[in-house]
């Protein structure tokens, strides 16, 4: 409407700070805690090179790692990845070189790769109906419910002999979904319980920002719109980003951050 702004607070690198933090893999928590560039430090490990000489080139790749190589991914699919341009321009590098960049990266994040085998029991205890619990994670017969309370449900949960994914032993089990059995894996419910904890920080930052007298308009993923007066945008802005930057009272150190802006329209 005349004299409003659209106000758009993103929550930065959720995932990995989630990821990070669940799998208490200390280094990268504090780098975040301390506003480090994560990817530059990724790319420093993988190159060789000091932090403040990392190219722009470089640092794409410590990003693709650092959001891509947390699920478990391998070489083939990292190579596939870069050469299609799935999370950025596309980029073609040599089979032996992924090679290196994945266990550079295992090595370095091992506690993100016990958490894939954590997950691999999680998902034995769903197999057999044996409760536990993780984190701010509860799980049971085919369960794992989040902190809010929702559920993550794997209905007809079976449970299959191991296989190789990559250089990857792990416990494959597959459920039933709208499209037929689907597989899951100690990397993939990682995957999936890091972004249902994702979306329920955002659920309930939507909540607080509500509360503050906020009129949200629309949200997408990680990301909250709003509407504000003109006049008010910065300060509306400002309060966005204190909100979607206070951790959740389940998880009081993960080290969240948001940034974004505010225009006449909504654009990325």
Same mark, same amino acid.
């Given at each position: ?42 790319? *420093? ?6 932090? +403040? ?12 790692? #650092? ?94 002999? %191991?296989?190789?994914? +990559?250089?990857?032993?792990?416990? %494959?089990?597959?459920?039933? &979904? ?21 979306? #329920? ?16 308009? &629309? ?16 300060? #509306? ?7 979607? *930057? ?17 225009? #006449?329209?909504?654009?990325?």
């Amino acid at each position: 409407p005349k004299g409003h702004v659209i106000v758009v607070a993103d929550s930065a690198q959720i995932e990995a700070r989630v990821l990070a933090w669940l799998a208490g893999q200390l280094d990268i928590v504090n780098a975040f805690a301390m506003k480090e560039d994560v990817y530059k430090l990724m790319a *420093s490990a993988i190159y060789g090179v000091p932090v +403040d000489q990392v190219t722009k080139d470089q640092r794409f790749i410590g990003k693709i790692c #650092v959001l891509g190589l947390g699920y478990g991914m391998g070489h083939l699919k990292l190579q596939q990845t870069l050469k299609q341009g799935v999370m950025g321009p596309p980029v073609d590098i040599l089979f032996e070189e992924c090679k290196r960049i994945v266990s550079i990266y295992r090595s370095r994040n091992y506690k993100i790769r016990q958490l894939w085998k954590t997950m691999d029991g999680i998902i034995a205890s769903m197999l057999t109906g044996t409760h536990g619990e993780f984190g701010p994670l509860t799980y049971g017969k085919g369960y794992i419910q989040l902190p809010s309370g929702l559920f993550l449900q794997y209905y007809g949960l079976h449970g299959e002999a %191991e296989v190789r994914h +990559d250089d990857l032993v792990v416990n %494959e089990a597959t459920y039933l &979904t709208r499209q037929g059995r689907s597989k899951i894996y100690g990397g993939l419910l990682t995957e999936n319980v890091v972004q249902a904890l994702a979306r #329920v920080i955002i659920g309930e930052q939507m909540l607080a920002v509500d509360d503050a007298k906020i009129p949200i308009v &629309t949200m997408s993923h990680d990301e909250i719109v709003a509407l504000a007066r003109l006049n008010q945008a910065e300060k #509306v802005y400002q309060k966005m980003l204190r909100i979607m *930057s206070t951790p959740p009272v389940w998880g009081q150190d993960i080290p969240l951050a948001a940034d974004g802006g505010w225009d #006449v329209n909504y654009s990325k």
